[in-house]
């Protein structure tokens, strides 16, 4: 199965941006919709962002939309999500993983990654 490995949390200030990376083992079907998820302490997963296989199409949780962007890099088997405006509530683990069809919220794989921590504080 393929893995994923995500990467690029750290602690930031409010206000403050960050930019998270997704990095697949294998090739993932072209017609696979890649998203980021994120679980705070105490909470459910939940879906943050998800993008097209081509990366012309994206839709966003409304807690995140206007200030995180995904995309994507096939050739790297990478995706990314570059997080601006930080808020506390933001402060979650992140994990990619795709999504069940387009325009859904619900995660693909039952699997995960071992996420990256992602810390909005002053």
């Known amino acids: 199965q393929v893995q994923l490995v995500e990467s690029g949390g750290g602690l930031v200030q409010p206000g403050g941006s960050l930019r998270l990376s997704c990095e697949a083992s294998g090739r993932i079907p072209s017609s696979y919709v890649m998203g980021w998820f994120r679980q705070a302490p105490g909470q459910e997963r939940e879906f943050v962002a998800a993008?097209?296989?081509?990366?012309?199409?994206?839709y966003y949780a409304d807690s995140v939309k206007g200030r995180f962007s995904i995309s994507r890099d096939n050739a790297k088997n990478t995706v990314y999500l570059q997080m601006n405006s930080l808020k506390p509530e933001d402060t979650a683990v992140y994990y990619c993983?795709?999504?069940?069809?387009?325009?859904?919220?619900?995660?693909?794989?039952?699997?995960w990654g071992q996420g990256t921590q992602v810390t909005v504080s002053s």
């Open positions: 993008i097209s296989w081509s990366g012309g199409a994206t």
């Open positions: 993983n795709p999504t069940t069809a387009w325009g859904k919220t619900a995660p693909r794989w039952s699997y």
